[in-house]
Structures are given as C-alpha cells and as structure tokens.
C-alpha cells in the first residue's frame, strides 16, 4: 500500500519550473531539481497524513550521484533515522556527463529491520552531486509504500476454525465452545500426590500417640548406679603399679603415676576422684620467697664435681662424624696454597680456590643510543609532507579539523582526483561516501582523530593506528613518531581562508 504524503514542510531549494510540489503528485512528466546549477545538495522535508511503518520505496533519479532518505516520529522530531543512503552514479561519471535517469526499488529485505516497526510522522530526502556544476539535479519522483493487515473475520479458536451457524452468530458460538471446554476440564481428578501427602501425615500422628500411650518399663543401667552410689573401684577396678629392675624407669613412672597421690599425702588430705575413676587434680601449695632462698642455697653448695656431671649430663655429645668436618672446614680455611694457585685441586684441602670477582666496564653516560632518540620537526612542520582532503564532516568541526591540519604544515585540497595523486590523506567521517569510493586505495584514509590526537601530543603518529579501514591498521607500522618543539605561532597562510562550503561530500 502507498503512503500518501500530505504537504511539504520545509525545502532548501527548489525550481520554479520544476517546484518540490510535484513529488506529492507522483506524475511521471514532472519532477523537483534544484534552483541553480552551482548548488552541491539540496533537502525536503515531507509531512505524511498518517503515522505510518516504511516497508518499501520506489525512487526515481534525476542527476544525482547520492540520495539519503531519513525520517523522524512526532515524539522526537529532530532526530532522523537513516531508512536508506543510495549511490547512483560515481564521481567522475557525473564529472564526465554519463547522467542516466534510473529508478531504484527498495523491498523490505534491503531496508533496516530495527526500523520497519516505526511508525513514522515526517520522511527527509536529501540529494548530493558536486562532480558537475553546470548541471540541475534532484528526483523525478518517490513512493513510499506500507504492509496491510486485512481482518477477515474468521472465528478460530487456536488451530480449530469454528462452523458458523445460520443466525451468523459467531460470538455467541465461541462462547457456547468455551464454555464446554471448560467444564471438561474441571471434571478432571485431583492431584494424587496431595491426597498421599495428607495420609501419611494422619498415619503418623496415630501411630506416635499409640506409643506415647503405652506403659513400657525403664531400661536398667546398672554401671551407672554403681558410679552414682561412689563405687567407682568395682566398675574401673584397681590399678597396680608396674614395678621394673631400672631406678630409672621406676622413679619416672612412679613420678607420672603418683604425683597428685603424693602431693594430698603431704597435705594429709584424702585423692579425689571422678565418677569415671580419674584424679582430679588440686591446686599447687604457694611457695614463699623464704623456701625458694634456700633452695637456692643448697645447689650452690653442692660440690663443683656435682654440677660439672649435671651440666655434661644435659649437653649433647657430638659424633665422630661431625668433629671429623670440623676439621676440614678449619684446613681449608686456614690452607694458604689454594689462594695462589687458579683453577687447579689443592693438595692439602682438596678443594678448588674460591673465583675472583671481575671488574664491570665502566659505562659512559654521555654516550646514547641512536636508536632510543626519536626525531624532531618544528611543530609548524610536523605535516609539510601531506596534502589532505575532508568527507563527511559539516562546520563547525569540519573547520576546525583543516584549520589544526594547517597549523602544523598541511595543505589543503577541496576537490581531489585519483589522476595526479596530489591527495596523501583523506580524513573520513564515516565509509561509502564519494570521496571515500574514489579515493580508495589511492591514498591513506584515516579518521578526524588523528589530527586531534597530534595536535594535541605535539607528535606526528602513524597514520595506521588511525586508519578507517580495519585491512590497513592490520599491517605493521610503517613510520616513526616525530616530536614537535615549541616554534613561534605561523604567519597568515593563503589556505587558512575559509573557501570550502559546509558539505557532507
């Protein structure tokens, strides 16, 4: 289905033979061009009469290279969504007069699917050709076309298409259908599983108040009777002590054993015991400073024999084998023959002389590398090997890129050609514009990043780290970076004038 277009809201230029009037017509014998032969682009802006989805468009071409069709809701109408950017012909077939008027037609597979479910209020045609000023350019005609959908009043109930009756009582017999299914499926049994949920549970409360109800005897414990009563002997039994022929077993086991049984001999005081038969143990007698004086004093008049055999007793006798490498260690450290002599077994120590340290070269630090000192150029003189050109850009940022480009050498070329190779780089905003398609492996095209970023650092960096093409920033680094000193600010320059129009091409 067509969309109709209501009224046009705004137009940049237009004919007075050939108005913007007549693509509301659609009449095959009249179309819109622009005002005068030196205009590079001109825009209409189309009101429709009902919001509506673009599925489809049928253009017509009247000398123009690229038409860009966008278009904007009511909700935000300043912000336009490209539907489609077509190229019809190339730079230098417009250049040469090749003009062919073609019609294009674009189905709902070509168009963007995000935008086929928009409905649009305004649709923005825009039409660029600056290869050939002599010539008018614009469209013979555009339609915008939309999907229907078309009720045809079945009654389906899923994938079940109901009779109709004779009264045409279709409502009443989707009802009268609905209802009997839904009685059917109300008879349908319960869940099983909540009904065997329900009897376990009462199975189980029976059941736990039947035991709680009979009158079962207490289970005897006779060991813990015993143990409450005190006898405590009858239960763990009697321990004997182990008696051996070594003092020196005996005296330590009987230590471990008795320790407690003597300390409560001494107080005069019965050992107390756990139920389980273990000692428990009481608290330690608080010595005075008195008792301490003269313990002390006893072990100091203790012979001077006595203690010599208590303190051997406590040190660890050294082996045969240890003393042995003592005294290795003290013949190769006193050896004086190995000192002399280099690289040759001593006869004494038997070992080889210890290396001597070597003295490091001293190093020269007013030498440098030549490779760690990059290269430097005047900032002025950063770019005087490259001439560049613009696509894609629209003032104020288009002027402010040529003029940092200027700034530090470049020069500027408004219209290059593939012939004379006179444009080293290309600044591009986006991909498949003219400037883009011609220039393409001719020369280097990068983004408007790399003027930013050298101006910026006060460096000239390699243009493949900035390259729009993902082949070319793939490849290895072909250039060094080149710092830029501090130079006095540049003269007036002859293309630092503003001599290029405001344009996307």
């Known amino acids: 289905m067509i969309i109709k277009l209501a009224s046009i809201i705004s137009c940049s230029s237009e004919h007075p033979s050939y108005p913007a009037s007549n693509l509301l017509q659609h009449n095959s014998n009249s179309s819109w061009r622009c005002a005068k032969p030196a205009e590079m682009l001109a825009t209409v802006i189309f009101q429709l009469k009902e919001p509506s989805c673009i599925t489809g468009l049928d253009i017509g071409n009247y000398r123009t290279c690229v038409v860009i069709v966008t278009a904007s809701t ?25 003009f062919r008027d073609q019609v294009q037609i674009f189905t709902k597979k070509e168009l963007n699917p995000s935008t086929l479910k928009i409905k649009f209020d305004r649709v923005k045609v825009t039409c660029m050709q600056s290869a050939n000023l002599k010539e008018l350019f614009g469209l013979s005609f555009i339609v915008l076309k939309t999907e229907v959908t078309v009720d045809l009043g079945l009654d389906v109930f899923g994938r079940f298409k109901l009779k109709q009756s004779e009264e045409d009582d279709s409502k009443s017999s989707v009802n009268d259908f609905k209802e009997k299914y839904l009685k059917l499926t109300t008879t349908k049994k319960p869940d099983y599983k909540g009904e065997l949920l329900s009897k376990i549970k009462e199975t189980s409360m029976n059941n736990f108040s039947k035991r709680q109800e009979e009158n079962k005897e207490a289970m005897k414990r006779p060991l813990l009777e015993k143990l409450e009563a005190g006898k405590a002997e009858e239960v763990f039994g009697v321990k004997k002590e182990e008696v051996t022929n070594s003092p020196s077993v005996s005296s330590s086991k009987g230590k471990d054993i008795d320790i407690f049984d003597k300390i409560n001999e001494s107080n005069n005081k019965p050992v107390v015991r756990t139920p389980f038969g273990d000692i428990v143990p009481t608290p330690s007698p608080k010595i005075n400073k008195n008792q301490r004086h003269s313990t002390n004093s006893r072990n100091r008049s203790s012979s001077p024999e006595e203690n010599s055999q208590k303190h051997t007793s406590r040190k660890r006798s050294l082996s045969h084998e240890s003393s042995s490498k003592e005294n290795i260690n003290k013949k190769k ?30 190093r020269s630090p007013k030498k440098k590398s030549a490779e760690s000192q990059k290269p430097k150029k005047m900032f002025s003189k950063l770019f005087e090997d490259i001439t560049f050109s613009l696509s894609g850009y629209v003032n104020p940022q288009r002027d402010e890129i040529r003029r940092k480009a200027l700034k530090m050498g470049a020069r500027y070329i408004a219209d290059p050609n593939t012939t004379n190779r006179k444009c080293t780089h290309l600044i591009c905003a986006f991909k498949n514009t003219p400037k883009h398609k011609q220039l393409k492996g001719h020369t280097k095209i990068v983004s408007h990043t790399f003027i930013e970023d050298c101006f910026n650092e006060k460096k000239r960096l390699p243009w493949r780290r900035y390259a729009l093409e993902s082949e070319d920033g793939a490849e290895p680094e072909s250039e060094e970076e080149i710092l830029g000193s501090s130079s006095p600010p540049p003269t007036a320059n002859i293309f630092e004038e503003d001599t290029d129009s405001d344009s996307n091409y």
Request: hydrophobic content about 20%.
């Open 74 to 98: 009511s909700a935000e109408p300043d912000n336009w969504i490209p539907i489609v950017n077509h190229q019809f012909m190339t730079h230098d077939e417009a250049a040469n007069g090749k």
């Open 333 to 362: 450290r006193s050896c004086s023959q190995c000192q002399n002599e280099e690289d040759k077994v001593c006869k004494t120590c038997g070992r080889l002389p210890e290396p001597k340290p070597t003295p490091e070269p001293k």
